[in-house]
């Protein structure tokens, strides 16, 4: 099955810095990679995703790179708030396995 | 639209019983799959459905069990509980698999 891996585990940045998280995957198969936000007590919620076909995709101050030849792909957050304080899970597909989880702390 | 319903919110089991869990998602999605969260464990896959079918497994005993209903509706089973199946269980639907998931709340399992 699929394997998939993220770093860091912890993050922690000033309010206004980026944040990256990065991943790898092991089945060349995987064609489709989201990110999914947890806050504390609540259920994970998709805030980006990226197909096989496209190298990097952009929302607002969200954006994820891919990088099939590699095996990777990334998160990066941009004039990070307080309010991006949360737990960051990539997954692959085929399974959906999901990364450990990045949890990322922004202080004000 | 209701969002993916899980049931119940809380259980509290002892070592060595058996516990089935409910997950209705949302109208028309047809895809099922089940997850355990621990702190700092993540979110470790335990099973996809998809029509009734299981079409993916993740490494778990085979204590751990699950089925889909014609409805889409699934039910998730774990016998002979053990301590350490303390946890966080969420389902989630999707409309065919390959694509954006909509998490339940989850129904917390303390086993004692």
């Known amino acids: 099955g699929e394997n998939v891996e993220q770093h860091p585990s912890t993050l922690s940045v000033q309010e206004g810095d980026s944040a990256v998280i990065k991943c790898t995957y092991s089945?060349?198969?995987?064609?489709?990679f989201p990110w999914y936000k947890q806050e504390l007590g609540k259920r994970p919620q998709l805030i980006i995703d990226?197909?096989?076909?496209?190298g990097e995709k952009k929302d607002q101050r969200i954006a994820v790179t891919l990088n099939k030849t590699a095996k990777h792909f990334s998160l990066h957050i941009t004039e990070t708030q307080p309010e991006d304080s949360a737990v960051y899970f990539c997954?692959?597909?085929?399974?959906?396995?999901f990364g450990a989880g990045t949890r990322l702390t922004v202080k004000p | 639209k209701a969002g993916v319903t899980q049931t119940p919110r809380y259980l509290i089991k002892t070592r060595g019983q058996q516990v089935t869990l409910s997950c209705s998602p949302i109208?028309?999605?047809?895809?099922v799959s089940w997850y355990q969260q621990t702190p700092g464990q993540g979110l470790q896959f335990l099973f996809e459905?998809?029509?009734?079918?299981?079409?993916n497994k993740g490494n778990f005993p085979g204590r751990f069990s699950g089925r889909q209903f014609s409805n889409s509706r699934s039910e998730m089973n774990v016998s002979t509980l053990e301590l350490g199946d303390s946890a966080l269980y969420l389902c989630?639907?999707?409309?065919?698999?390959?694509?954006?998931?909509?998490f339940g709340s989850g129904t917390q399992l303390s086993v004692l």
């Open positions: 989630a639907s999707s409309l065919v698999g390959n694509e954006k998931l909509f």
């Open positions: 089945d060349s198969a995987s064609n489709y």
């Open positions: 990226i197909r096989s076909n496209v």
């Open positions: 997954a692959a597909r085929e399974g959906m396995r």
């Open positions: 109208s028309g999605h047809r895809s």
């Open positions: 459905y998809f029509s009734e079918t299981q079409r």
